[in-house]
């Protein structure tokens, strides 16, 4: 007989995790599609009874998006232009009904080159929040993701939502999608961007570019380089190539690398155009 | 097994199930609400939409432990009282359900959206619904139901008058039931104590294998009852669509030439065959190097496939018309170019199912099926059976395009159903339903066109290769009709095509809407295009001037009565110039999204080639005077069980009302042939109107009265009026026939077609359909993404039987021309799900303004002919004209993915030294 645990509290869940070897399942929507045709025989943590973790806050000098919270609850949330583009990619993943039942948590533990979450997270600083028995710890979200479905979520660990720390200046963001129609489709490239406008001059600013490389990558040398630039119309035409050096992509049935390279930096160009005021 | 407490549409249910059971599953098999569709079960398709609390969700992927305490409403749950929502009445009279497959899907999404906003937007429609695949009608029909929701007064018709049937756009008579939920198809009925099937496939392209003792898996798993091997044929283990060519096994032995491939089944509960696991089987594998691709199949050496097909060759078609030299020489403008197009997916969203019992000496199969008698013969010689020893009898089909015309579950259903003497029931999950079943055939084309400086086609030679996959299949259809057709609906005196079909260790290439037709349409109105653009003649108006017409003679030398192509592109010059025009302004100033408008042409010989392919329709009064039409027309979405109703009803001189139907059955029903090949309006239209003219000629003979009476149909009783007399015909006193009914008409109609001779003359196809479609793309030539924002097209359908079911196929049509033309590329072994291999969605289909034209073919029923395969053939060229206008790139590989135009357009920057970026 399989196990199948329901929780109420993290702290169930971290006792149940600590006792048995259990597959996390929230939303359903990565954990069914990859058992089509095959027997559902896993021992089961189902978290999603866990309400406390659903729901976004905002806090003095950050705001939290529980692990639970739903893409639905990220585009319904009344949050600041710094997470439009978070917004915009809660509307890219899947339909409605993935919206619906996937969770934030989700979408970045199961770590796909291509999920949709993980780029505007990793623009806005994320950091994970981890909770075992040992105690709860928290981590970048850049750390914490090691490459194609590979994370650093220890066996007795379950994520419990995401710490963005508040910008400095007033921020705004963006997030672009290309694929090869409009709805239900796994991106070819993707890109997120937030920007600080320091009275007009790039204050801050991080990119990051999905499934252009095993995981999600930010451009930290485009990003230094433009802080203190003019936020105005032409900005994109300062990214180069180079910016994206450390992306690499691979060919795959949806295109190929040397067609991601190139459509990656017309993606990261426009977001920047997008992402100038336009007063 | 755990308990569940839920509301389902309003009432609580408890269920035992384990937790981690998807609710779809839940819902189907242990509650029977089987109005939820599995199309998936990965979230790709939506079919399976319901609502929990309050919100859309796919039930495929939530566990029912989450639904513990739920308010779960399913398509079941919309009506009230048996009367339909108004969500469903408008479904039903736009005509927003064609095979009904994702309707429930597409009606639970909607609802989801009219819950939170009353009255929304197309693109607030599109966000809603993006989420659900459908692939019959082109999503514009659901559109406009969602918009007029309460307000239906414009779709509604009045019941059309005796005699009036026919041309009418009435509601699909089994509408109803494609939107309550009710309707069943392949998976959603089968005996209580039926044993469930699961075919385990080849893992390997190329392998030989043998099999162990699967003694010791019986005892593991208690549940698994048998497991059935070639050995376990009784006849032949062999199939295939033609009558002389059974090269596929219905079970492989010692050998398989694809992967997939079924190998075994192993039957028993449904527990213990989702259970085992294929590396459980004792089966040992010797895996060999597969041919595969265009090239080494057909090399020197090549390993074969088949022993009677040396060098993997399956056959060569040839039309030769005029000298083709002559011809070249006397051109001014002449193109040669190569093209190449990808496998491609039927998609329909009911993956194959059905079940199969054993009666006596008899085997019945309830199968999802395009083709009823063609099933019946083939499970004849596998079961070593007289043919009339089977019976299939067809659920209703979720979608069928070609892809269900070959033999699927219903071998194995007999087989074991055979064996065991038990009912036993099968239904495919996506990725063996992608694996296994057929594909479009992918093609390398290479083709020359010449026309003189007028203009005028000259010559055209054209060179075809088509991977057939594994096994033949329709291959020897495809390879007939590529060279038949190649040269596009135009008048061309010198013709000379060749096609091949070759074998390699892929997925079986079969029949897909159009059967190289769309493949061949590509390449000619690429050439037409170029050709146009030399001699500096707008490419709509250099159609026109080539299009063949009415008394011209064809690349097979055929002469045409019925041909009204020049009126299609007539019907567009208006948008075809406005559009132009636009698309040219609009480029002026852009620099980075251009626009561009292309036009296409098609023409298809409807039913099948040169050989017969007859339809017998029977009516049939009770001696209560009901009346009753037996149509063997297989409804898959098209709407046969209403036009073959209308063309029978008004053949007869009766109200449509008062007409029943059964369908379908192969002991209720004759042979009306397969649905394909767009020949059931054409050929069954034609026999379900001669056998309403049968019965009212028996009727008015009884009368002895002239053709002019009417017939009226009462109880026990008709009632024929000619003239200020009336003669009563008591029907109980009429001696019945066999099956009880007293009188009978019979309808039957083979097309008149002629063998083709050594040079491919004759006359292959009784008529053909034409048509002309236009297609306004944008173009972002910084991502080499397309945009289609506006499709025009105009079809000679002869006569419409029912302008709703032809504007719904045109739809469907463009809509799968689409996805040719830019997304839809199968790869076997990689794309054998709906994520990677992608169908367009709501999204991706614009607003498409249709033509009726009707150019009316002699011996078609009331000038009747096909639309099913015309309405994708002309959608690609369309669509890659509009490319070329925007970007000056001429598409030769089909599906033109944003990777492959982005690096055509900085190939030809770099051609003419343009860095622009």
């Known amino acids: 007989m399989t196990l199948y645990l329901q929780p109420n509290s993290v702290e169930e869940a971290v006792q149940a995790l600590a006792e048995h070897s259990l597959f996390v399942l929230a939303g359903g929507t990565d954990y069914y599609p990859a058992r089509v045709g095959k027997p559902l025989d896993d021992d089961i943590l189902d978290i999603t009874g866990i309400t406390d973790l659903r729901g976004i806050a905002e806090n003095e000098d950050h705001f939290h998006i529980g692990a639970l919270t739903r893409w639905t609850d990220v585009i319904e949330s009344e949050l600041p232009p710094y997470f439009a583009g978070l917004k915009l990619a809660a509307r890219e993943v899947g339909g409605v009904q993935i919206q619906n039942s996937g969770t934030v948590a989700g979408n970045i533990c199961n770590a796909s080159p291509a999920a949709d979450g993980i780029p505007p997270l990793l623009s806005l600083n994320a950091e994970i929040v981890l909770a075992s028995t040992r105690g709860e710890h928290s981590m970048p979200l850049a750390k914490f993701i090691m490459g194609n479905r590979k994370t650093r979520c220890a066996r007795d660990e379950i994520v419990t939502g995401f710490r963005i720390p508040k910008p400095q200046f007033p921020a705004s963001s963006t997030f672009l999608k290309l694929g090869a129609r409009k709805y239900l489709v796994i991106s070819i490239v993707m890109v997120a961007a937030v920007v600080e406008n320091d009275d007009g001059k790039v204050g801050g600013l991080q990119v990051a570019v999905g499934s252009c490389s095993a995981a999600a990558k930010r451009l930290h040398l485009l990003e230094r380089s433009l802080v203190g630039q003019p936020l105005a119309s032409g900005i994109g035409d300062l990214v180069l190539e180079e910016h994206l050096n450390q992306l690499s992509p691979i060919n795959d049935v949806r295109g190929s690398a040397d067609y991601r390279r190139d459509a990656a930096l017309t993606l990261v160009r426009r977001a920047l155009e997008d992402l100038v005021p336009t007063s | ?917």
């Not at chain 2, 009823?372 to 010689?381: K, N, Q, T, V």
């Not at chain 2, 033999?407 to 259903?413: A, D, H, I, R």
């Not at chain 2, 329709?474 to 038949?484: A, C, N, Q």
């Not at chain 2, 026109?544 to 017409?549: G, P």
């Open chain 2, 1 to 917: 097994m755990s308990k569940f407490d839920f509301t389902l549409n309003g009432n609580r249910t408890t269920v035992d199930a384990e937790p981690v059971r998807r609710l779809a599953h839940v819902l189907r098999d242990d509650l029977g609400f089987t109005g939820t569709k599995i199309g998936c079960d990965a979230g790709d398709c939506g079919a399976c939409t319901v609502s929990v609390d309050g919100r859309q969700v796919c039930s495929c992927l939530v566990p029912v432990a989450q639904a513990d305490g739920a308010e779960v409403i399913t398509v079941e749950g919309l009506a009230e009282n048996g009367k339909l929502s108004d969500l469903q009445e408008a479904f039903h009279l736009y005509g927003a359900a064609q095979c009904g497959i994702c309707t429930p899907g597409m009606l639970m999404a909607a609802s989801d959206l009219l819950a939170r906003n009353d009255n929304p937007s197309e693109d607030e429609i599109y966000d809603a619904l993006g989420g659900v695949l459908c692939r019959c009608t082109g999503y514009r029909k659901i559109v406009q139901a969602i918009l007029h929701v309460g307000d239906t007064s414009a779709a509604r018709i009045e019941e059309p008058k005796v005699g009036e049937a026919v041309g009418s756009r009435a509601a699909k008579l089994d509408g109803r039931q494609r939107v309550d939920g009710s309707e069943i198809y392949g998976a959603d009925k089968a005996p209580e104590d039926a044993l469930w099937l699961r075919a385990v496939r080849s893992p390997y392209w190329r392998a030989t294998f043998s099999l162990g003792d699967f003694e010791p898996l019986k005892e593991k798993y208690p549940g698994l009852v048998d497991v059935i091997t070639a050995a376990d044929v009784p006849g032949l283990n062999g199939f295939g669509v033609y009558p002389d060519v059974k090269d596929q096994p219905a079970l492989a032995e010692r050998f398989v030439r694809f992967k997939g491939e079924a190998v075994v089944a192993i039957i028993g509960d449904f527990e213990a065959i989702s259970s085992i696991s294929d590396e459980e089987l004792p089966i040992s594998w010797q895996e060999q190097e597969p041919v595969q691709g265009f090239g080494p199949p057909v090399a020197e050496n090549a390993p074969q496939l088949h022993d009677d097909h040396p060098g993997n060759i399956l056959a060569y078609g040839d039309v030769l018309k005029g000298n083709v030299s002559e011809g070249f020489k006397s051109s001014c403008a002449v193109f040669e170019e190569s093209f190449q197009t990808g496998f491609v997916e039927h998609g329909y969203i009911e993956p194959e199912a059905g079940w199969a019992q054993r009666i006596g000496d008899r085997i019945e199969i309830s199968v999802t099926t395009q083709s009823p008698y063609m099933d019946r013969d083939e499970i004849a010689l596998i079961m070593g059976l007289e043919p009339e020893k089977v019976r299939i009898i067809p659920t209703a089909c979720g979608g069928g395009f070609g892809g269900k015309l070959d033999l699927s579950v219903q071998p194995l259903l007999a087989i074991a159903a055979w064996k065991l003497n038990r009912p036993v029931r099968c239904t495919y999950n996506r990725l063996e339903s992608m694996a296994s079943t057929t594909k479009r055939h992918p093609s390398k084309i290479t083709a020359r066109y010449g026309c003189d400086q007028d203009g005028k086609l000259q010559s055209y030679d054209f060179e075809g290769d088509f991977n057939t996959g594994a096994y033949v299949s329709w291959g020897l259809t495809v390879k007939d009709r590529v060279p038949i057709h190649a040269t596009g609906p135009y008048y061309v005196p010198n013709v000379k095509a060749r096609s091949r079909a070759f074998f390699a260790n892929e997925t079986p290439a079969g029949a897909f809407r159009g059967f190289g037709v769309p493949q061949a349409a590509i390449a000619h109105d690429a050439l037409m295009d170029m050709m146009a653009e030399k001699v500096g003649i707008d490419p709509l108006e250099f159609r026109h001037i080539n299009a063949i017409r009415k008394g011209q003679e064809t690349a097979t030398g055929q002469k045409l009565e019925s041909a009204g192509l020049d009126q299609c592109l007539e019907a567009l010059r208006e948008d075809w110039g406005d559009w132009r025009a636009h698309a040219e302004a609009h480029n002026q100033s852009a620099t980075n999204i251009r626009r561009g408008v292309g036009v296409g042409c098609m023409w298809y010989g409807c039913g099948n080639t040169s050989i017969a392919n007859p339809s017998t329709m029977h009516i049939g009064i009770k001696p209560d005077g009901t009346v009753t039409l037996y149509s063997g027309a297989l409804d898959i979405g098209q709407g046969t069980n209403t036009t073959m109703m209308q063309a029978a009803a008004d053949g007869l001189g009766i109200s449509l009302s008062e007409l029943q139907l059964v369908w379908g059955d192969t002991d209720l029903t004759a042979d009306a042939g397969k649905s394909s090949a767009s020949r059931q309006a054409y050929v069954s239209g034609n026999a379900a109107k001669l056998a309403g003219e049968d019965l009212r000629g028996q009727i008015l003979r009884m009368a002895n009265v002239g053709e002019t009476a009417t017939i009226e149909f009462g109880k026990n009783k008709l009632i024929v009026h000619d003239g200020d007399t009336s003669h009563e015909i008591n029907l109980g006193s009429l001696s019945a026939l066999d099956n009880g009914e007293v009188l009978r008409g019979e309808g039957y109609f083979d097309p008149p077609t002629e063998p083709l001779d050594e040079n491919g003359q004759g006359k292959p196809y009784g008529t053909y359909g034409f048509a002309a479609q236009i297609a306004d793309v944008e173009v972002d030539l910084d991502l080499g993404t397309v945009k289609v924002v506006r499709m025009g097209a105009a079809h000679d359908v002869g006569q419409s039987l029912n302008p709703q079911q032809v504007e719904g196929q045109i739809h469907g049509g463009v809509a799968q021309g689409l996805g040719l033309a830019l997304m839809e590329e199968y790869i076997p072994g990689r794309t054998e799900n709906l994520h990677d291999y992608l169908i367009p969605t709501i999204g991706d289909i614009p607003e498409i303004r249709t033509y009726i034209i009707e150019d009316p073919e002699p011996t078609g029923p009331w000038g009747a002919k096909g639309i099913g395969e015309p309405a994708l053939c002309a959608t690609a060229p369309a669509i890659f004209g509009g490319i070329y206008q925007a970007t000056g790139v001429r598409v030769k590989q089909a599906p033109c993915t944003p990777d492959r135009l982005r690096a055509a357009i900085l190939a030809k920057r770099g051609l003419n030294g343009n860095g622009h970026g």
